[in-house]
T-cell receptor, first 117, second 113 residues
């Protein structure tokens, strides 16, 4: 199956700093990447959808100036949490998809645990 | 709008017993349906999916699910639970136009020795 990686797997940062999370599709070209947030014992909440070469589409209630998403190539998307605060601490998961080939199947990365002190 | 409801946030079975995790969906168009498994502090792994064709879908690790349009259901089953099946399971329906996945709230499966 298709492989998606995330880096870093864990990050601890101080309040007010910015953190960048990378999501890479290792063996296929991802036309679309998705970013999710997951709180403990809860389901995944879609934050935004990014298509290669275009601006991300954010879900209602997600601050686009706080969660900057870039999808510069068919294998890389980044999520930058700007001016992080303790309430941004969460598990962030990305997924990648190639619509025409995968019939809407998304391949998930292993997740990034963000802790803001 | 599409939606997914998973009945039971927590299911507990004994090792060797039948596993049944329930999922009902709502969709105005023929759905693409998925079951994912998540182990602690990990991403999601696809167990199986239904797009078109045969309504009984077999997946990895001995799991299978049956798409029942009349009941708008896509329940996940496994004949004999193993300790390693203990995890969180998510049912999802896909928006064909955007590719977005709409997830159910998840069901935590516990397996007792």
């Amino acid at each position: 199956g298709a492989v998606v990686s995330q880096h870093p797997s864990r990050v601890i940062c101080k309040s007010g700093t910015s953190v960048k999370i990378e999501c890479r599709s290792l063996d296929f070209q991802a036309t679309t990447m998705f970013w999710y947030r997951q709180f403990p014992k809860q389901s995944l909440m879609l934050m935004a959808t990014s298509n290669e070469g275009s601006k991300a589409t954010y879900e209602q209630g997600v601050e686009k100036d706080k969660f900057l998403i870039n999808h510069a190539s068919l294998t890389l998307s980044t999520l930058t949490v700007t001016s992080a605060h303790p309430e941004d601490s969460s598990f962030y998961i990305c997924s990648a998809s190639h619509f025409r080939e995968a019939r809407n199947e998304q391949f998930f990365g292993p997740g990034t645990r963000l802790t803001v002190l | 709008a599409q939606s997914v409801t998973q009945l039971g946030s927590h299911v507990s079975v004994s090792e060797g017993a039948l596993v049944l995790l329930r999922c009902n969906y709502s969709s105005s168009v023929p759905p693409y349906l998925f079951w994912y498994v998540q182990y602690p502090n990990q991403g999601l792994q696809l167990l199986l999916k239904y797009t078109t064709g045969a309504t009984l879908v077999k997946g990895i690790n001995g799991f299978e699910a049956e798409f029942k349009k009349s009941e708008t259901s896509f329940h996940l089953t496994k004949p004999s639970a193993h300790m390693s099946d203990a995890a969180e399971y998510f049912c999802a329906v896909s928006d064909r136009g955007t590719g977005k996945l709409i997830f159910g709230q998840g069901t935590e499966l516990s397996v007792k020795p």
